[in-house]
Structures are given as C-alpha cells and as structure tokens.
Nanobody, 125 residues
Framework: QVQLVESGGGLVQAGGSLRLACTAS????????MGWFRQDPGKEREFVAG????????GYADSVKGRFTISRDNAKNTVYLQMNSLKPEDTAVYYC??????????????????WGQGTQVTVSV
C-alpha cells in the first residue's frame, strides 16, 4: 500500500504560479499511474491532469491545458503539478491519486486506489 502526501499549495495572485508535489512512501510509484484532481466545496471532484507509469503519456483537463504540467520523478518517488497563469477559478483543494490497476492514467476518480489528504490552492484576483 502506498501513502501519498501533497505539498506546495498556498495563496497566490491571479497570473502567478505554484508547483505542487506529491511524495509517495511505502511502495515505488513506478507501480502506479498517477493523477491530480481538485475539488471546490459543493462541487464534484474533477480531473486535472494524469501521467502514465513511465511518464511518457500525460493528459489534461481542457480548463488547464497549456497552463499546467504534470511530471514525475520516479527516483524521488514524487509527482509534480506545475501550475502557471493561475486564475481565481483554479481555487480548490488539490488531491494526488495513484492507480494500481492501470498502466496509463484515467480521468475517472473511481479508477484510483489511493489518495492524499489534499492541499489548498487559493488564487486571488
């Protein structure tokens, strides 16, 4: 079983940048496709970005495409989400997730077996 811990959230002005990190322990993340999701209070959790086990394939929600970049450093057992040109509508709790049953990422939250506790991202106008 893998444990996931997110870090790097915070308060930033619109147009600014943040880099989130998801550090895994317990098992190597090479065993997992990884995803980032976000959730605002009162809304459903939504897919943000995903990356396959090797890091060769990535995917993004249309709302973040061209602004966010997901990457993984398997040697450090860490997945990153670089967020640029942030907008107030990006404000949410961001969660890292690991999927053990798939080689590539999924856009569906039910595909993921393990979740972090989340990190708050707040973008001010």
């Amino acid at each position: 079983q893998v444990q996931l811990v997110e870090s790097g959230g915070g308060l930033v002005q619109a147009g600014g940048s943040l880099r989130l990190a998801c550090t895994a322990s317990g098992r190597a993340i090479t065993l997992y496709a990884m995803g980032w999701f976000r959730q605002d209070p009162g809304k459903e959790r939504e897919f943000v970005a995903g990356i396959n086990r090797s890091g060769a394939t990535t995917g993004y929600a249309d709302s973040v495409k061209g602004r966010f970049t997901i990457s993984r450093d398997n040697a450090k057992n860490t997945v990153y989400l670089q967020m640029n040109s942030l907008k107030p509508e990006d404000t949410a709790v961001y969660y890292c997730a690991a999927a053990s049953r798939y080689i590539t990422y999924s856009r569906e939250s039910y595909a993921y077996d393990f979740w972090g506790q989340g990190t708050q991202v707040t973008v001010s106008v």
